[in-house]
């Protein structure tokens, strides 16, 4: 069993930056590759970037390309989204997810991902 908690969101002014958080209580931590996803408002939850579980290798939606960096710890099980130029249509509900069953190439639906945190707000004022 994975437990994951995000932290790190709130309000920022556009062109600003974030960075999200995501703590695992798992010891196997290293074993799943991990994702970032968002749902805005009325919208369904798309995939935002991920990485495999050495970290070696990452993966990232068109929409933030350039501008958000995914990276993670193992020593302290955590895993990083560094959000930059941040544009108001970035504001969603940003969540992070484990993958037990990567085996090289990302997946980018929800449901093919096994744990879920309960997500941190990310509003980006105009």
């Known amino acids: 069993q994975v437990q994951l908690a995000e932290s790190g969101g709130g309000l920022v002014q556009a062109g600003g930056s974030l960075r999200l958080s995501c703590a695992s209580s798992g010891r196997t931590f290293r074993s799943y590759a991990m994702g970032w996803f968002r749902q805005a408002p009325g919208k369904e939850r798309d995939f935002v970037a991920g990485?495999?579980?050495?970290?070696?290798?990452?993966y990232y939606a068109d929409s933030v390309k350039g501008r958000f960096t995914i990276s993670r710890d193992n020593a302290k099980n955590t895993v990083y989204l560094q959000m930059n130029s941040l544009k108001p249509e970035d504001t969603a509900v940003y969540y992070c997810?484990?993958?037990?069953?990567?085996?090289?190439?990302?997946?980018?639906?929800?449901?093919?991902?096994?744990?879920w945190g309960q997500g941190t707000q990310v509003t980006v004022s105009s």
């Open positions: 990485i495999s579980g050495s970290g070696i290798f990452t």
């Open positions: 997810a484990a993958d037990g069953s990567f085996r090289g190439q990302f997946h980018t639906l929800d449901r093919e991902y096994d744990y």
